[in-house]
């Protein structure tokens, strides 16, 4: 997760969500730096949204009661988070109104080492009190994409999560960013190459984007449509492959824009930003004048 140039009262735009808008983000970053925007990466490979939105905050990691030490880390229990198989997580922000950084190394421990960032008094905190992360605040009022959910429906390394607690969490998130007066764009999910035409994850997939399509209309970027649609290969200037027309026949990904079955190469990622640039152009969230590139 990094950000972009220092804050200087320009436009901003955010990238919130796992591989795929970490893997997007050089993209964007190029995109805001053309619209002279600031630009953050909030893509984190493998994070579930629960890890998503606490670091975003809209909805923020609760911790049981424990006590913060005078100085350096303590490991808290956090219900309100992913398994302990669950990806890495770091973020900076306040518990209890302490400053500090909550973290975890993929499944490495059980809990969440929160460690102050200055010594203080030891508290005592009570269940559930919630780490208010800063980066998401911070970047709230600008343009900001929202994919979360992917690795909750597919549960490669972790129960699933079922798709009406997904939906439902986008939405409040939607909520939480529009209420700072910002721009959402909330983005569908793909189907991995090579997945099963009968497949739960399918079904799932379809249908959380079919709840956010119809809620979010404009607003709805539909990666699944993008992908498994004949006309993106004239877009990107591939020539697809006999398998690649195949794996579109049943809904997935095609191998020619993919680096792996469950991740888009520089090609692919290429059509994204421009069908991104046109969706930001249309819906008037995008500065008046582009700089040369």
């Given amino acids: 997760m990094t950000a972009g140039p220092a804050r200087s009262g320009a436009p901003e735009m955010a990238c919130w969500g796992s591989s795929t808008a970490a893997g997007m983000s050089p993209d964007l970053a190029l995109l805001a730096a ?11 490979g493998g994070q579930t949204a629960e890890q ?29 988070m992913s398994p302990k198989d669950a990806a890495s997580f770091s973020a900076a922000g306040a518990l209890a ?8 190394a993929h499944g490495a421990q059980p809990g969440y080492s929160f460690r102050r960032s200055q010594p203080g008094n ?19 009022g600008g343009v900001s994409h929202l994919s979360i959910g992917k690795n909750n429906l597919t549960g490669k390394h972790h129960a699933t999560t079922d798709p009406d607690t997904v939906i439902e969490w986008t939405h409040a998130a939607d909520e939480w960013l529009s209420a700072a ?10 189907v991995n190459t090579g997945t099963h035409a009968s497949s739960p994850v399918r079904r799932r997939i379809y249908r959380v984007n079919d709840s956010l399509k119809t809620r979010y209309g404009p607003r709805y970027l539909d990666l699944d449509r993008l992908l498994t649609h004949r006309g993106i290969w ?21 191998p020619s824009l993919s680096s792996n079955g469950a991740h888009l190469n520089a090609e692919g990622y290429a059509v994204l930003r421009r069908v991104i640039e046109g969706k930001l152009g249309n819906l008037g969230w995008l500065p008046s004048t582009k700089n040369s590139q």
Avoid at 97 to 104: A, D, F, R, T, V
Wanted: charged share 20%.
């Fill in 234 to 254: 004239e877009m990107t200037g591939v020539h697809p492959a006999p398998e690649d027309l195949i794996e579109q026949a049943k809904g997935n990904k095609p």
């Fill in 97 to 104: 109104g302490i400053q500090g950084k909550l973290s975890k």
């Fill in 181 to 190: 007066g910002g721009h959402v764009l909330v983005w569908g999910h793909f």
């Fill in 52 to 80: 998503i939105l606490a670091r975003l905050g809209s909805r923020p990691a609760r911790v049981d009661a424990g006590v913060i030490p005078a100085s350096g880390a303590v490991l808290l229990s956090s219900p309100s």
């Fill in 34 to 44: 053309a619209y002279g925007m600031t630009y953050y990466n909030g893509g984190a």
């Fill in 122 to 140: 030891r508290t005592r905190i009570p269940d559930g009190t919630p780490f208010i992360p800063a980066e998401g605040d911070e970047f709230r």
